[in-house]
């Protein structure tokens, strides 16, 4: 059985908006490099974190994003169209290559983070962990005598969540599993099943790493969609991504040594399938990997809010400015109600910035979250914008 048009439809639509969100933030960052983004003066008013839009068109075309002014204004335009963008004071819909200021929604806070969003975000945090993974489940595998790249039974997937702190239980590992695969982040190899807890084989159908062109965006809709698999080129293996919170070296690709084999990627804009089938049919595989306990927390021992707080405890509080750069920020937290820095990339933005293994996240930008959890604090980090400023506590020393 095939899936059906109107979920293929669905999937691909979920797909080109992921595609236009990581293009968006790519771009965003370059301009953040390039100083195009800054504070700006008009009418004795001063507007943070502005581009000029005829500079954003100016650099579009001299850094070829595109090919002319025209082709730029209609890129900007799509970015408009996906709430990437918009004008400083939300009064010009359509945008013009002129003196006016327009703001990324990422850098005022006005991005849209809905129900589709958190599980795009969710899968692009799935994706950074499991490349980095040194002894990574993402493996070439083989599926009715056909290798696949990357790929992972979905048993193993769920067992790396619940080893790795992902999810509470079996279960929730089960349904975030099923949601990634109905947002078109996921899907199996063959595009043939649903998500089980099984040994059908599954990949990411996004490569979030990769370095996308602008005229992507534009090029998507007049493309027809492929439905059989593709093979990905090196530009799609590309290890660079704005989004990682952490800088983590390039996994090195699992390759076996059979040369009777088809190896086989599936396509970043590969189709989802939706096909529904009785779990009876295919019924859950064994598990052959042991789930013993999450990764060992760094904190010599737990403190609570109240400690932290306590007059006259042994703790001191800094405010540090973390700018990210092109990989991120470098830094992970870990933990809930109070969060705490678990690791620190000694060449990355937070540790040139003080952060440092052991303090406790007491603000974000101005807000409060040491009693948050990991997950909601590292969405306020990953959404906000470039340049983050922290509250931390630390012991003294």
């Not at 992972?152 to 067992?159: R, T, W």
């Not at 052959?288 to 405890?313: D, I, M, Q, W």
Request: hydrophobic share 35%; glycine share 6%; net charge positive.
């Amino acid at each position: 059985m095939e899936p059906t048009s109107s979920n293929r439809k669905k999937a691909m639509a979920r797909q080109r908006k992921a595609e236009v969100m990581i293009a968006g933030e790519q771009l965003r960052l370059k301009l953040h490099d390039g100083k195009l983004i800054k504070d700006r003066r008009y009418h004795l008013r001063t507007y943070p974190n502005c581009v000029v839009a005829q500079e954003l068109i100016d650099w579009l075309v001299s850094h070829k994003e595109a090919p002319d002014r025209t082709t730029a204004i209609s890129l900007v335009q799509h970015l408009m169209d996906h709430d990437i963008i918009h004008h400083v004071c939300d009064k010009r819909p359509i945008f013009k290559d002129a003196k006016l200021l327009y703001r990324f929604r990422k850098d005022d806070g006005t991005f849209p983070i809905n129900t589709e969003v958190k599980i795009f975000m969710r899968g692009q945090q799935l994706y950074e962990h499991l490349i980095g993974d040194k002894n990574s489940i993402l493996q070439l595998r083989e599926e009715h005598g056909v290798a696949y790249q990357r790929c992972f039974p979905g048993c193993q997937l769920i067992d790396w969540l619940l080893q790795n702190g992902e999810a509470e239980s079996r279960r929730r590992g089960l349904d975030l599993c099923r949601a990634l695969h109905e947002h078109g982040i996921i899907q199996h190899v063959a595009k043939k099943h649903d998500f089980f807890d099984s040994g059908l084989l599954y990949q990411f159908c996004i490569n979030f790493r990769r370095r996308r062109r602008l005229s992507e965006l534009l090029n998507e809709s007049k493309q027809d969609t492929d439905e059989g698999t593709v093979v990905s080129t090196k530009e799609e293996t590309h290890h660079d991504s704005p989004f990682v919170l952490r800088k983590n070296p390039p996994q090195q690709e699992k390759i076996g040594s059979r040369k009777d084999l088809k190896q086989v990627t599936s396509g970043r804009r590969g189709s989802l399938n939706s096909l529904k089938l009785h779990p009876a049919e295919f019924p859950p595989l064994s598990s052959t990997s042991v789930v013993t306990c999450n990764p060992k927390s760094v904190l010599r021992r737990n403190f609570t809010c109240e400690e932290l707080l306590a007059p006259g405890a042994p703790f001191i509080k800094k405010v540090l400015t973390v700018i990210g750069d092109a990989l991120g920020w470098g830094f992970v937290i870990r933990g809930a109600s109070p969060c705490y820095v678990q690791a620190v990339d000694p060449g990355g933005p937070a540790a040139a910035a003080g952060v440092k293994v052991r303090q406790f996240v007491c603000q974000v930008n101005g807000q409060y979250v040491l009693h948050l959890d990991y997950r909601t604090v590292t969405r306020l980090v990953m959404t906000g914008p470039r340049a983050i400023v922290l509250e931390v506590i630390e012991p003294l020393e």
